[in-house]
């Protein structure tokens, strides 16, 4: 059971949207109170999950045409619809009720506008929008808002910073898998911009493009004195790296894009590593 609610769940995403809140509470310049960090972690994570849950039962017949996603709980018959609704509702309540039960009304509102936005914005427009993945790139990128408000009471523009760097690094990040699984979207009626656009090149440029307006953008942090030099020099070379990764691997996307999206997930661990480890 506990593997089918993994599953369910999508536990590593979640890990991921935790992750990036954690980093937002420690980096917001206030008294770290492990108390409020642990209910933070707790409410988000399990907000998150049951957005998950509830993503996954609003799109249980589209996964069942995706062979990516054919062996999920829903189109596997592993449990019934019913029980998966029920879950992510209570899920998502329970981590809502708990932020605002411990006092974290900010982090609990901006929780809501992540959960909301994913599930009434973001799914829907995967069946309408090639759009859907920059509507997706918003929830994606909220989390450390939630993490600083959790902590400072506020969400001011230093949050904003780490927001908007998860938000363009959603958009390479997120292509390069619609690439390499773009048949499979395109039998469950996705509209992706894979789908739509089956010049290689045009999906090259937008990536190439993507990736290389990440790295300025990456510096803000420092610029805007949240972290130090060694998170400067390192968030600069880790995007000088990525741009490299861009060039050589999306010259052949069949070939290249899945290596430079595993390279992403990398990226961002170790951006998000040298913030806390550099924070001013």
């Known amino acids: 059971m506990l593997k089918i609610l993994s599953e369910l769940t999508k536990i590593r995403l979640v890990f991921l949207t935790v992750l990036s809140a954690m980093v937002g509470f420690y980096l917001a310049p206030a008294p770290f109170r492990f108390d409020d960090f642990i209910w933070m972690t707790l409410g988000t994570g399990l ?13 249980r017949d589209e996964d069942s045409r995706m062979k990516r996603t054919q062996n999920r709980p829903l189109p596997a018959g592993k449990i019934q619809p019913a029980a998966a609704f029920w879950i992510g509702f209570v899920f998502c309540l329970a981590g809502l009720a708990l932020l605002i039960l411990t006092g974290l009304a900010l982090c609990a509102l901006v929780t809501i506008a992540i959960v909301g936005s994913y599930l009434f914005a973001y799914t829907p427009a995967k069946k309408k929008s090639s759009l859907n993945t920059i509507l997706g790139a918003i929830p994606g990128a909220l989390p450390p808002v939630a993490g600083w408000a959790a902590s400072a009471g506020a969400a001011p523009f230093q ?21 390499v699984y773009r048949e499979d979207y395109e039998k469950a009626g996705f509209v992706m911009l894979t789908v739509e656009e089956k010049n290689p090149s045009r999906i090259r440029e ?7 307006a990440l790295v300025p953008v990456s510096l803000l942090p420092s610029l805007t004195g949240m972290t130090g030099k060694i998170y400067f020099f390192g968030a600069l070379a880790l995007g000088m790296l990525f741009c490299w990764k861009a060039v050589r691997d999306l010259r052949d996307l069949d070939k290249g894009a899945k290596p430079f999206f595993l390279y992403s997930v990398f990226y ?4 998000q590593i040298l913030m806390v480890i550099d924070k001013a």
């Open 159 to 179: 949050a904003w910073v780490l927001a908007s760097i998860i938000f363009l690094w959603q958009l390479p990040h997120f292509l390069s898998l619609a690439w």
């Open 268 to 271: 961002l661990f170790l951006m």
């Open 206 to 212: 937008k990536l190439m493009l993507y990736t290389f």
């Open 47 to 59: 907000a998150a999950a049951g957005a998950m849950a509830l993503n996954e039962w609003m799109e």
